[in-house]
């Protein structure tokens, strides 16, 4: 109960506890971006965490944890009565099997005692070896009396699997609630929507455990950190939103709670369907209730596996894991098909090289730890972009101090240089004072020459700087005329196809194209003295003149 409290106040953004109230856990600045989606309460509003205050939040953690305490998963003494159950179920096999059996030796002999152990292991080896010696004899129904003995032995594992159950409180305790974390590592903030991670998981349950309802589903866009390029320089984009979603185990309508043996036959039908996926799998393993062989007590002492039990339970592990494996790949396709609009595809990391491994054991080590405690929680990545950073800056102060003590060199060097001139200096100051007064006596005459010779200049000299500006500026003015005739005459300058696109697409682009193309042509006729070709009010005058022209000629004609 103290893990589910404790995540839930995680994903609450509750500050109960000194690591949260430091910032340990989130960035408190971004808690904005978080949302929590709970039918039951809010029906299908996702609403930001920030419009709860601390009082708001308790409130919600106490729905969840109310709901998990009524939620009254099986007792050991539940888990008895099903046990005792199965117990029934098996002995009436056994009666059966007894029966069909009394007649073959080698089958009596061999089958009896194991169907009789009831406390003792049934392995698969046995019951293959029993099948076996029933194909070969020439008994009647020999599919009947096969499925019998499997039978049989699929109750006995499910009686083991409860009996499991029973004695591991863990197991019982932990049972009320399912938690599923969705993350796309390499997908930036923002190139998903945030509502996308909570429908994807929505919509996921729905459609492939019905009958599990969601308690709440949480994102958090508040654990992002920066991403980097390859070379380590940081890219603008955030990376590390993620989602959580709590599923009841409890199914709706059987009462039972196996969501865990849901997924596994689920995980089963994936992998019979999808055979050239799992090219090893042993078919005969694909069971939701396999169980591994336990190390037994005698004289109080733990006793070891023998080698064929050992080579079972590597057998029993490989095909969990291909379960695990094929329940993600359905995740995958699933999730492929939602994201399809945004273009985005995620796939299983592979881990085919000794760093990618070395990375997956320390993740597996991090999620045993506190969030706080992780090595990249959100502000263990603050604090090592940070480093990189005073890195960076120490290598910069140290090449500046570099470059400062060359320069101190230089600037110590350059000192005695100018104390040496400057004594050498003090010798000549005298002399430098006679010439000084000597340039200025001489700059004195020319300017008075200069005023004697050329009197116009100097009464009109502002206004002839004046008119030398205005030439500047006049061929100034010419080399841009020059330039945008030339542009206009070329029919495949870009600049020219952008302004008939423009001009074409936009009326105030045309509107202002027009105003500046009368003004162009008053600089145009400024500059050249004649009025541009283009000119309408050169048209006009020309008709005008054509016009005065032929009137005169008629008038001639008439004489």
């Known amino acids: 109960m103290a893990k589910i409290e404790s995540s839930v106040g995680h994903s609450l953004r509750m500050e109960n506890t000194e690591e949260r109230r430091k910032g340990l856990e989130w960035d408190k600045d971004k808690t904005h ?90 392995s698969e080896d046995e019951l293959n070896e029993c099948i076996e010696l029933i194909k070969s004899s020439d008994m009647k129904r020999v599919n009947q009396r096969v499925k019998s003995i499997q039978d049989y032995f699929d109750l006995h594992v499910q ?79 955030e990376l590390g939103a993620h989602s959580h979603i709590m599923v009841n185990t409890r199914n709706a309508k059987t009462g039972k709670y196996d969501l865990l043996q849901a997924q596994k036959k689920k995980a089963i039908d994936y992998i019979l369907n999808h055979p050239d996926e799992f090219p ?13 062989h336990r190390r037994k007590r005698k004289n109080d002492v733990l006793q070891p596996l023998t080698s ?77 972009d940070l480093k990189d950073e005073a890195k960076s800056a120490k290598e910069q102060k140290r090449d500046a101090l570099k470059v400062l003590e060359q320069a101190e060199i230089h600037t110590k060097q350059l000192s005695n240089y100018i104390k040496m001139r400057e004594d050498s200096l003090e010798l000549r100051e005298d002399e430098i004072r006679r010439l000084n007064e000597d340039f200025d006596q001489r700059l004195k005459e020319a300017q008075e020459q200069l005023e004697n010779k050329y009197p116009y200049y100097f009464e009109n000299a502002e206004t002839i700087d004046k008119a030398v500006e205005q030439v500047e500026g006049m061929k100034a003015m010419r080399d841009v005329v020059n330039r945008v005739e030339k542009i206009a005459a070329d029919d495949t300058h870009p600049l020219k196809k952008m302004h008939r696109k423009a001009y074409r697409a936009s009326k105030s682009y045309r509107s202002a194209f027009d105003w500046a193309k009368g003004k162009y042509y008053e600089i145009y006729k400024t500059i050249k003295g004649e009025a541009h070709k283009n000119d309408p009010s050169n048209k006009r005058k020309s008709v005008i003149n054509f016009v005065s022209d032929t009137l005169k000629n008629r008038q001639k004609n008439k004489l």
């Open 33 to 122: 971006r978080d949302l929590v989606y709970i039918p039951e309460l809010f029906g299908e509003e996702k609403t930001s965490l920030d419009t709860f205050n601390e009082q708001g939040k308790r409130d919600i953690q106490k729905y969840i944890l109310d709901h998990v305490h009524k939620l009254q998963p099986r007792t050991p003494e539940d888990l008895q009565t099903e046990i005792d159950d199965l117990l029934k179920k098996m002995r009436k096999k056994r009666s059966s099997i007894k029966k069909f059996a009394k007649p073959y030796p080698d089958l009596y002999e061999k089958l009896v005692p194991l169907v009789d152990k009831q406390n003792e292991e049934f």
């Open 159 to 237: 009686r083991e699997a409860l009996k499991q159950q029973r004695n591991d409180k863990t197991a019982i305790n932990n049972a009320v609630l399912q938690e599923t974390i969705l993350k796309l590592p390499s997908t930036p903030l923002g190139k998903v929507s945030n509502d996308f991670f909570i429908e994807a998981l929505k919509n996921f349950y729905s459609e492939y455990y019905p009958d599990y309802y969601i308690k709440a589903i949480f994102f958090h866009g508040s654990e992002t950190y920066p991403e980097k390029d390859e070379k380590g320089d940081l890219t603008g984009e």
């Open 280 to 292: 090893d799998i042993n078919k005969d393993l694909l069971k939701p209730n396999l169980i591994l």
């Open 308 to 384: 064929q039990e050992a080579r079972e339970n590597k057998e029993m592990r490989r095909a969990l894991s291909r379960m695990g494996e094929a329940h993600q790949k359905m995740i995958f396709r699933f999730l492929n098909k939602q994201l399809k609009p945004y273009r985005i595809n995620v796939q299983k990391v592979v881990y085919d090289t000794d760093e990618k491994q070395e990375k997956k054991r320390n993740i597996d080590r991090e999620s045993k730890l506190r969030k706080s405690e992780r090595e990249f929680n959100y502000l263990n990545q603050k604090i090592s």
